[in-house]
């Protein structure tokens, strides 16, 4: 019997033990997966895997992402499903801490309507953000603290 109490007590300190270990080693950065970064033509996990357009660029300043909202589609059996689509594009600025704050929220009908313009248009402004889009490019770019500025492909 005692064998027995003891081999128990044994694996629940080493279980203990163990899993401690790994819960207080656990620093909470995440590791992104490795993926194939198009503009320098190769493979890295150096990049920021929460989402935002601009991943790749590790020295920004402000980080930019679609808003997503649910809109009902129907497959060619006439079956309804939801499909989720941009509603809009948030601007985060980034402190030297790596603090972000929410800078700029577009909806999607202000953007829209801009799309529709024939020169270069600013979107939108406001705490150090801009938002713009370019008809020539197809492309949005914006502007941020520190002089930051990035370009991206127009949905």
């Known amino acids: 019997m005692f064998k027995k109490v003891l081999l128990v007590v044994s694996v629940v ?22 993926v194939y970064n198009e503009d320098t033509e190769t493979w890295t996990s150096d990049y920021f895997c929460d989402g935002r357009i601009n991943a790749f660029d590790v020295t ?12 009902q589609a129907w497959t060619d059996d006439g079956d309804a499903f939801w499909l ?25 009908a202000q953007i829209t309507s801009a799309m529709s313009a024939v020169s270069d248009v600013q979107i939108a402004a406001g705490n150090g953000v801009t938002l713009n889009y370019s ?5 949005f770019w914006m502007t ?12």
Request: aromatic share 14%; proline share 7%.
């Open 84 to 108: 989720e689509t941009p509603d809009g594009i948030n601007i985060w600025t980034i402190d030297s801490e790596g603090v972000g704050q929410l800078a700029l929220w577009v909806p999607l």
């Open 135 to 139: 008809p020539s490019a197809d492309a």
């Open 13 to 34: 300190a080493l279980v203990l033990a163990f899993g401690l270990t790994n819960v207080f080693a656990d620093d909470g950065t995440e590791t992104c997966p490795a």
């Open 144 to 155: 941020g603290p520190g002089g930051y500025s990035f370009v991206w492909d127009a949905w």
């Open 60 to 71: 920004q300043t402000a980080a930019v992402y679609y808003s997503y909202g649910l809109e």
